[in-house]
């Protein structure tokens, strides 16, 4: 197996979310998100997404794993298998409930000092996204979320909080999470974690509408962000947050490798707004032809210049295989219509394709497009793990899939030349799935006690992957 030393200061470490492991959704002022209204699903049950909170039904996140309560421990044994770096976001609800108050919620704020600061206390660098699928629902009733402009405001308001508070303890931030997941926009889930918005009975051409001009917003709340990020500390290192995964085409047909182009195109575009500060030709003709984001300013181009992100940050689970069977090029719209299963790679239990050298491909295509650092945010298998007689945990199959893959990142890296910041793969202690709301679903090195149906004491204990991973960080991944 293929492997190299990381460049000094890679930050190694890992990645979750508020929403998924906090749990203390109502507890010092916190105000309920999308993800409070969300139920537990399962591998082939959706998650229902309720009017509020409904008694009786199972809220996972309402709990989670009680990180609130237990960060002191779980970071400590994050430092023992040597994290450089964890990322983590700032519930937005701690800081402003309802989304539209005028002032902070200093007890929320107060949380997130302690946790960085025990993040520093071992020399963790905190890596911090502003807003990961957990918008306040108050936002999501009154204003339908980010098809209002002045989701805007509420947003940079936000930031520009969490900015000034945590100048000195976080240096590394991202503005959105995947925010590119909203170009399947017939998806109900994740058109409301993105972007606040409940489809109801919308019209397919209505629910497109809707996000491209939500999409828009974000995109400029993002560029402001970025130009008071900087301005308040020149130092910050400010990324966007994309899910990357490499489309290629079923056959070598010009019809499939046309559908792969404007597949490409129409799921890179939020990054190259990001990146670029302003839109592709592509996308601005496809939305001009259907009349699409009828709000866009002189303004708005002017900050989407002024404000574009010093990173690239993205999540790599798969890639993406196309057929034009399914969606001819010129006709493609929602983009999980184009989609092909790839006859050539193994799934996991929840049908996620696994294609490590997918990741070495994505790392080589952002750097020849953007030309900017990257900083691989997520990346992992979720599996069902068996805890043995004696307490053990036997996940030989987490080791086998994060060691492929991260050694098609050393390869990427010292063979290709690819300017890498870290590697923070998902989860690292078991948390609530965002796509199935399940607990049973995990990632983690560190075991979670607590099961789909939310029984278990929430013991904390270390998978085999622990002592491999902690290996691997110590060597500086030459010891895969
Ligand atoms: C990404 C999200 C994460 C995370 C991960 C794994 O899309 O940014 O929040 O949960 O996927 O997905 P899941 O939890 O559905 O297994």
Redesign the pocket.
């Known amino acids: 197996m293929y492997s190299a030393k990381m460049p000094d200061g890679f930050l190694w470490g890992g990645?979750v979310?508020a929403h998924?492991l906090e749990g203390a959704w109502n507890v010092d002022g916190k105000g309920m998100s999308i993800a409070d209204v969300m139920t537990v699903g399962s591998a082939t049950k959706p998650r229902e997404i309720t009017d509020g909170v409904i008694e009786g039904k199972n809220y996972p996140n309402h709990s989670a794993i009680d990180f609130y309560h237990h960060y002191k421990e779980d970071i400590k044994l994050m430092a023992e298998m040597g994290f450089k770096a964890f990322r983590t976001s700032i519930a937005w609800t701690r800081i402003f409930p309802n989304g539209d108050d005028k002032e902070p919620n200093e007890a929320g704020l107060k949380f997130y000092d302690d946790l960085f600061a025990t993040c520093h206390h071992y020399g963790i660098e905190p890596v911090v996204t502003l807003s990961?699928?957990e918008i306040p629902f108050n936002l999501v009733k009154k204003y339908n979320g980010f098809t209002n402009r002045k989701l805007i405001d509420f947003f940079v308001r936000f930031a520009t909080v969490c900015f000034k508070r945590y100048k000195d303890s976080v240096k590394y931030w991202m503005t959105f999470?995947?925010i590119d997941?909203q170009s399947a926009y017939n998806e109900d889930f994740l058109m409301a974690t993105n972007s606040g918005i409940i489809l109801n009975n919308l019209s397919e051409k209505e629910k497109e509408a809707a996000m491209y001009q939500a999409a828009h917003y974000e995109l400029v709340a993002s560029a402001l962000a970025v130009k008071v990020g900087h301005k308040i500390n020149p130092d910050f290192e400010i990324g966007c947050?994309i899910?990357y995964s490499p489309v290629r085409p079923l056959t070598s047909s010009s019809a499939d490798v046309l559908l792969a182009d404007k597949f490409e195109q129409r799921r890179s575009w939020f990054s190259d707004v990001h990146v670029f500060g302003e839109y592709p030709k592509e996308v601005e003709a496809y939305i001009n032809r259907n009349g699409y984001r009828s709000d866009i300013t002189d303004e708005d181009r002017i900050v989407l210049k002024e404000g574009t992100v010093d990173y690239v940050g993205f999540?790599y689970?798969q890639t993406t295989t196309v057929s034009a069977k399914n969606v001819e090029p010129d006709k493609l719209n929602d983009l999980s219509k184009a989609v092909a299963k790839n006859p050539t790679l193994e799934r996991s239990d929840?049908g996620?394709e696994i294609d490590p050298e997918g990741l070495r491909i994505a790392l080589n295509h952002l750097t020849d497009r953007y030309h900017k650092p990257l900083f691989i945010v997520?990346n992992?298998l979720?599996a069902y793990d068996k805890v043995e007689a004696d307490g053990s945990i036997h996940d030989d199959y987490r080791v086998d899939y994060l060691r492929k893959h991260i050694s098609e990142m050393e390869k990427a890296v010292e063979i290709d030349g690819v300017d890498l910041m870290g590697y923070l793969p998902?989860?690292p202690i078991d948390?609530?799935?965002?796509?199935?709301g399940q607990m049973d679903?995990r990632?983690g090195f560190i075991y979670v006690a607590k099961n789909d149906a939310g029984e278990g004491d929430l013991s904390r204990s270390r998978k085999d992957s622990f002592d491999w991973y902690k290996k691997v960080i110590k060597t500086n991944g030459l010891d895969l």
């Open positions: 990645a979310a998924q990961h699928f999470n995947e997941n947050m899910n999540s689970y929840w996620w997520e992992g979720g998902w989860g948390l609530v799935s965002a796509g199935t679903k990632y």
